[in-house]
């Protein structure tokens, strides 16, 4: 149990130092303008703007909600995640368990890590006895929001 909430520490501390410049992303092409043509990397980043309230938009999570959905749809991992914890959370949409779910499983067969861990299907979780997924669940969806909208930030393809 211990090692598993280690492991799950040492990867958001990992995607943290990974994301050091995120504060300084600026997107080159208009973001919304792509977004609205239906990019789903462009739909990302101005879901992760909103959510975040950077470079002039205010922070809005249903508008960051709405954005975030249309790219996770079309199968952006990401936005995958971040819908599924903002599913958990009621954050900028409805609090829906089983929505979420089944989004952290699309994440999760594309072999997500957090996901596989966050639904107990990760090969270290399965050995873990007595292992509070539900726990490690609600951190996560806290967590992964604004760390994987700052991580869209700096996807450039």
Known sequence: MIKIINLMVCVFVLSCITLAH?????????IKESAEQGNALAQAQL???FLL???GYEVNVQEAAVW???AAEQGLLEAEVIVAAMYDRGLGMPQDVKKATQWYEKAAAKGHGASLAILGKNEAAKGSVAFNYQAVRLKAA???PNEYAKKILLKTK
Do not use: H, N
């Open 142 to 144: 806290t967590q992964i």
């Open 68 to 70: 975030m959905l249309k």
């Open 47 to 49: 879901g992760a703007l």
């Open 53 to 55: 309230g950077r470079d």
């Open 22 to 30: 995120a504060e300084e992303a600026v997107p080159k092409i208009p």
